[in-house]
T-cell receptor, first 118, second 108 residues
Framework: GAVVSQHPSRVICKSGTSVKIECRSL??????MFWYRQFPKQSLMLMAT?????????EQGVEKDKFLINHASLTLSTLTVTSAHPEDSSFYIC??????????????FGPGTRLTVL | RKEVEQDPGPFNVPEGATVAFNCTYS??????FFWYRQDCRKEPKLLMS???SGNEDGRFTAQLNRASQYISLLIRDSKLSDSATYLC?????????FGKGTRLHILP
């Protein structure tokens, strides 16, 4: 299957700093990427849908000024957590949709980034 | 009411046994259905799609009942490596919505 990478895999930062997470589709072009957050023992929650060349669409309750998404190319989307606080500590997962030739556009998930804010 | 409901478990099942999970969904406009598997601290991976006609892949069988709005997953001859969290997932209006997952422990 298609491969999606994320970097970094783990980050620890101080409260008030900003953290950037990269999501890359390695062997296909992804016009749409998704960002999820998963707290311990909870389900994945969609934060936003990132479309190449346009503004991201945020889910209700997700602050767009806090979680900045940039999808500047067909293979790269970035999520920046600005002024991170301990409650932002979570597992952030991106996924990308491969549009080529599939009736159902399977989403391929990155390995996730574990953010810990001290 | 959550859009996707699953029994969180855990299900503790001896190796070789058959185990079944159900999942219910509330929005009849949901279009596609899937089971994903998630290992601890890892990303979810697609296990199989779910159709009304039923879908079998080796030891795994999935079924969709649109009238009752539930989907099921049956695992036969369970292996130790089947231990994971199984996520019920649906696609509605181009959004992927995840259930909370059912934890499965296969006991040796």
């Amino acid at each position: 299957g298609a491969v999606v990478s994320q970097h970094p895999s783990r980050v620890i930062c101080k409260s008030g700093t900003s953290v950037k997470i990269e999501c890359r589709s390695l062997d296909f072009q992804a016009t749409t990427m998704f960002w999820y957050r998963q707290f311990p023992k909870q389900s994945l929650m969609l934060m936003a849908t990132s479309n190449e060349g346009s503004k991201a669409t945020y889910e209700q309750g997700v602050e767009k000024d806090k979680f900045l998404i940039n999808h500047a190319s067909l293979t790269l989307s970035t999520l920046t957590v600005t002024s991170a606080h301990p409650e932002d500590s979570s597992f952030y997962i991106c996924s990308a949709r491969d549009w080529e030739g599939e009736e159902y556009n399977e989403q391929f998930f990155g390995p996730g980034t574990r953010l810990t804010v001290l | 009411r959550k859009e996707v409901e699953q029994d969180p478990g855990p299900f503790n099942v001896p190796e070789g046994a058959t185990v079944a999970f159900n999942c219910t969904y509330s929005n009849s406009a949901s279009q596609s259905f899937f089971w994903y598997r998630q290992d601890c601290r890892k990303e979810p991976k697609l296990l199989m799609s779910v159709y009304s006609s039923g879908n079998e892949d080796g030891r795994f069988t999935a079924q969709l009942n649109r009238a009752s709005q539930y989907i099921s997953l049956l695992i036969r001859d369970s292996k130790l490596s089947d231990s994971a969290t199984y996520l019920c997932v649906l696609n509605r209006d181009d959004k992927i919505i995840f259930g909370k997952g059912t934890r499965l422990h296969i006991l040796p």
